[in-house]
């Protein structure tokens, strides 16, 4: 897999979010580096518990907004990102049993996962954001229930 460059056309137009997915696949590019560079492995452990770190920070920021803005698709997008962190919890689960094949076939799923989320679902969300006024909502946090 080649190192993943940004591109324009996987930018969705609200900036803050653009921002958090250019990070986003920062992080899946050091857990490639990671995986088949042969780091120590509890450098591949900390980089991939870092990723699933930040993806839950991300997805919870959009979920936030979801449910602030009463989008009405937010079900199934929640679901796209429950599916998405179960997958990182096959990838710690891969790299406790040794399985480099596995590890990097998953980070590279992983990635091609998110950047068609991004494209199809994020792109629909933030369509819908810039209808309801984003960025100049008010942030306050909720959750999942
Ligand atoms: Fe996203
Ligand atoms: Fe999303």
């Known amino acids: 897999m080649d190192h993943f460059v940004w591109k324009d056309n996987f930018s969705i137009g609200v900036e803050e979010i653009d921002d958090q997915h250019k990070l986003f696949l920062d992080y899946v590019n050091e857990c490639y580096n990671a995986v088949c560079r042969d780091h120590e492995s509890r450098v591949t452990e900390a980089t991939i518990y870092d990723f699933k770190v930040y993806s839950a920070t991300h997805f919870l920021f959009e979920e936030d907004l979801m449910k602030e803005k009463g989008y009405p698709e937010r079900e199934n ?69």
């Open 77 to 145: 997008h929640v679901k796209q990102h429950l599916f998405f962190e179960s997958q990182i919890v096959d990838l710690e689960n891969a790299h406790l049993r040794g399985s480099k094949r596995t590890l990097e076939s998953l980070v590279v799923f992983l990635r091609e996962w998110f950047l068609n989320h991004i494209l199809e679902h994020d792109k629909k969300l933030a369509a819908f954001l810039k209808s309801r006024n984003f960025p100049h909502a008010s942030k306050n946090a909720g959750n999942r229930s």
